[in-house]
């Protein structure tokens, strides 16, 4: 549900979606996805910038993916970030 949306955010925009994390400027991950904390400091110590989501009631992921660097947001909020953050680099 939320890749759909979430791609549709980022095509609107004129951006271009990747599979190849050393290609982006900007990675989109799912807070409880496998090794998310991992990742994102991966992405984060590269120079990417992160956002990560995930449901409010998960506090402790978002604060993980907090505390490794990316910007987390509850679920209701990924797509009004992700197009800040579209709309600001």
């Not at 990742?39 to 110590?45: L, S, T």
């Amino acid at each position: 549900m939320f890749r759909a949306k979430l791609a549709a955010v980022v095509t609107a925009q004129g951006s271009a979606l990747v599979n190849d994390s050393s290609a982006c400027d900007l990675a989109v991950v799912s807070a409880d996805a496998p090794d998310a904390v991992d990742r994102i400091r991966g992405w984060v110590a590269g120079g990417t910038r992160v956002l990560a989501y995930g449901a409010h009631v998960r506090a402790d992921l978002l604060r993980a993916a907090r505390d490794a660097g990316a910007d987390a947001v509850p679920n209701s909020e990924v797509e009004r970030r992700l197009l800040e953050l579209l709309t600001s680099t």
